[in-house]
């Protein structure tokens, strides 16, 4: 996981989002696509963390593609969860 100094380098899931309109399960296609992409740089590099923060309602969500809650942002207002590949 390459970790040092208390610091684990991690993939940023961010502003995932899909164009209003989008059929539903399009944000699922995303998600499969930056797996890829991360299982891609973990081959050439080694890096096994996936890590996003997010409201408490797509918490749900998110555990469906394996991410774990491991705890609140600075602000408390975000979700950090993390997976691992
Ligand atoms: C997140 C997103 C990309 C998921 O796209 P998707 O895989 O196509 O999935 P859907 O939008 O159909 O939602 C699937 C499930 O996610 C959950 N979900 C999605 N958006 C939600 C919301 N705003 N509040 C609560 N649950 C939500 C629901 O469980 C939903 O299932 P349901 O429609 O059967 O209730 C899309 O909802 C989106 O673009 N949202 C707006 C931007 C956003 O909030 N991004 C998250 C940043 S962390």
Not at 31 to 40: S, T
Request: glycine share 12%; aromatic share 12%; hydrophobic share 45%.
């Amino acid at each position: 996981m390459n970790i040092d100094r208390g610091v684990a380098q991690a993939y940023l899931l961010g502003q995932l989002a899909k164009a209003d309109g989008a059929e539903k399960g399009f944000g699922r296609e995303m998600m499969e696509h930056a797996f890829e992409l991360f299982q891609g740089g973990n081959e050439m590099f080694g890096c096994r963390v996936v890590r996003l923060d997010c409201r408490d309602a797509l918490m749900h969500y998110y555990e469906s593609f394996g991410f774990v809650f491991i705890g609140k942002n600075r602000k408390s207002d975000l979700n950090q969860m993390i997976a691992i590949i």
